[in-house]
C-alpha cells in the first residue's frame, strides 16, 4: 500500500505506477482502477496529485472515462491553472469520455465557478 509522506509521492510511486501500465493497459477505463488512482492522488499535494494523474492519464489510464478528466481538471482549478482546466474538460467531451452526463456536469460547475470568479475580481 502506498502512503504520502507529507503530501508529496512516494519513493515506491515509481515502481507501482511501471507495473500498473503495463498490467493494466488492455483495461485502461476500469473504473475501479481509476477511483483507486483517484484516491491514492488525493492525499498528495495538489503539483503532486496533478504529476500522478498526468502520468497516468499519457499512459492511456482512463482515456474514455469522464472521472480522470474531472480530477485532472479540478486539480488543474486548485493549481489556478484555469486555461488547463477548461483544456482538460474540452478533451474530455471532444474525446467523448463516458459517462458523458457527468462530465457535462462538473463542466458546467467549472464554468459557473469561473464566472464567479471572473465578477468578484471586475472593477466596473
Not at 503532486?48 to 485532472?72: P, Q, R
Not at 479540478?74 to 491553472?81: I, P, R, V
Amino acid at each position: 500500500s502506498l502512503k504520502s509522506i507529507d503530501g508529496k509521492i512516494p519513493n515506491e510511486w515509481k515502481d507501482v505506477s511501471s507495473k500498473l501500465f503495463r498490467n493494466y493497459l488492455n483495461n485502461s477505463n476500469d473504473v475501479n482502477l481509476i477511483i483507486s488512482i483517484i484516491s491514492f492522488s488525493s492525499l498528495l499535494d495538489h503539483q503532486s496529485a496533478l504529476e500522478v494523474l498526468s502520468s497516468c492519464y499519457n499512459n492511456g489510464i482512463g482515456k474514455y472515462h469522464s472521472l480522470i478528466y474531472v480530477s485532472l481538471g479540478l486539480t488543474y482549478e486548485s493549481l489556478n491553472n484555469f486555461i488547463s482546466a477548461l483544456d482538460n474538460y474540452e478533451t474530455g467531451k471532444n474525446i467523448g469520455a463516458e459517462p458523458l452526463v457527468f462530465l457535462e456536469m462538473k463542466y458546467k460547475e467549472f464554468k459557473s465557478r469561473m464566472i464567479q470568479r471572473f465578477e468578484q475580481n471586475s472593477f466596473y
